[in-house]
């Protein structure tokens, strides 16, 4: 089993509609958790980290429970320029930072 | 800023050829990260720094060695290439959680895109 999972995807919604992510981490000693945004095999750049009580940038809602080891994205309104590919990343207190598989979003007109 | 600089971007090697991927990173960052990705799938990593002097096997460290030069650069050696290693690679640096104790994320070098033929 990988250590961080995410749905497999691809995800394909019309603009405006609400979309969320799931990950999974198996290490239960993870401290830190984030969601990158991937364009075309470029370098992935953060979307976001995830804090403990969850947190909101604009559009971009996260969640952690830690109980249950997940995180989640929430994208609202959906634009036709956050096609991209979601990646969770988990880092653990040895920085050891691990990526799930990532999801594809498509957001179509 | 140039923040993470990878070289080269593109490589094309030979199999049994060997070649070194360098990093440089100037945000004075104790963690320092190289990760492939092959199409479809997401970041595999290979090796990891999380001080200068020390480097650690990721998930898929098989057929590389590393070298923590300095603070600065972490450099990634492919010994004898393998059309396997066919891939994008990225390095990338981060601020030590151990220091921070903070949510630092990673700092990611453009990538570099090797074929092994």
């Known amino acids: 089993r990988k250590e961080v999972e995410q749905d497999p995807g691809p995800f394909n919604v019309p603009e405006g509609a609400t979309v969320a992510f799931n990950c999974t981490y198996s290490?239960?000693?993870?401290?830190?958790f984030f969601w990158y945004r991937q364009d075309c095999r470029k370098e992935p750049k953060l979307l976001m980290s995830?804090?403990?009580s969850g947190n909101e940038d604009g559009r971009f809602t996260a969640q952690l429970n830690r109980a249950s080891q997940y995180i989640s994205l929430l994208i609202r309104d959906s634009k036709l320029s956050d096609s991209a590919t979601y990646l969770c990343?988990?880092?653990?207190?040895?920085?050891?930072?691990?990526f799930g598989p990532g999801t594809s979003l498509s957001v179509i007109p | 800023n140039a923040g993470v600089t990878q070289t080269p971007k593109f490589q094309v090697l030979k199999t049994g050829q060997s070649m070194t991927l360098q990093c440089a990173q100037d945000?004075?960052?104790?963690?320092m990260y190289w990760y492939r990705q092959d199409p479809g799938m997401g970041l595999r990593l290979i090796y990891y720094?999380?001080?200068?002097?020390?480097?650690d096997k990721g998930e898929v460290p098989n057929g590389y060695n590393v070298s923590r030069l300095n603070k600065r650069e972490f450099s990634l050696r492919l010994e004898s290439a393998a059309p396997s290693q066919t891939s994008v690679y990225f390095c990338?640096?981060?601020?030590?959680?151990?220091?921070?104790?903070?949510?630092?994320?990673?700092?990611f070098g453009n990538g570099t895109r090797l074929t092994v033929t």
């Open positions: 290490n239960s000693a993870s401290q830190s």
């Open positions: 720094s999380a001080s200068e002097g020390t480097t």
């Open positions: 945000m004075n960052h104790n963690s």
């Open positions: 990343a988990v880092k653990t207190s040895y920085d050891k930072v691990i």
């Open positions: 995830v804090y403990s």
């Open positions: 990338a640096s981060s601020e030590s959680s151990r220091r921070t104790a903070n949510l630092e994320p990673l700092h």
